[in-house]
């Protein structure tokens, strides 16, 4: 079997301002319904994760050799204090 993983650069711009507002925008306020709400999410995130295991290692089981190649680039995410668009094509979000 063969899994090849590759993942290319994304540049990302952000301007403070907007950054700023979407930090605001989703930090919750403190509630436990929100906690209940996460426990939740990761119980299902640890089935999802183990189901995945468990496809992972059958797969293994019935081909008996694995070529992994994985080629993981980072993102760059700039945070600009001021900025203006250069180029008519960009966009900004």
């Known amino acids: 079997m063969l899994v090849d993983l590759k993942m290319d650069t994304?540049?990302?711009?952000?301007?403070?301002?907007?950054?700023?507002?979407?930090?605001?925008?989703?930090?919750?306020?403190?509630?436990?319904?929100?906690?209940?709400?996460?426990?939740?999410?990761?119980?299902?995130?640890?089935?999802?994760?183990?189901?995945s295991r468990l496809g992972l290692a059958h797969q293994l089981d019935l081909q008996k050799s694995l070529d992994l190649r994985v080629d993981i680039k980072a993102p760059v995410i700039l945070v600009p204090q001021k900025y203006r668009v250069a180029h008519k094509h960009?966009?900004?979000?």
């Not at 540049?11 to 906690?35: A, Q, W």
């Not at 960009?90 to 979000?93: A, G, R």
């Open 10 to 51: 994304i540049e990302v711009i952000l301007p403070l301002g907007v950054l700023v507002h979407t930090i605001k925008s989703f930090t919750p306020p403190p509630d436990d319904y929100l906690s209940a709400l996460q426990e939740i999410a990761l119980e299902n995130l640890s089935k999802a994760t183990e189901q």
């Open 90 to 93: 960009m966009y900004f979000f």
